[in-house]
């Protein structure tokens, strides 16, 4: 039986979006990773909070903001071409207030 949800910090090293597992868990810990489930955004606390098909994170690493959709949880941590197929990159929030002052 395959699985149904799993660890976001589990999910983002097996995608290959963060380096190590400690690293996306300390991420998450520190509330810089956002999900939303049917249409409701809340803020990830802790690295076991689980993600499932269909859920959209938002997060930063660096100067870069990543925003994907959850295809598939994967079940182990692959080859980049077994990553990128975990997910669908989705455009980034844009905040209308900047974009107003330029």
Known sequence: ???E???VDLWLWRARLFKTR???AATAAEGRIRLTRCGEA???DKAS???RPGDEL???TGARIIAVRI???GARRGPAAEARALYAPLEPP???GAAAHR
């Open 22 to 24: 400690a690293l996306a």
């Open 5 to 7: 949800a799993v660890r």
């Open 49 to 51: 909070r689980p993600v």
């Open 94 to 96: 844009v905040d209308n």
């Open 1 to 3: 039986m395959a699985e």
């Open 58 to 60: 938002v997060f930063a």
């Open 42 to 44: 809340n803020r990830i």
């Open 71 to 73: 295809l598939a949880l």
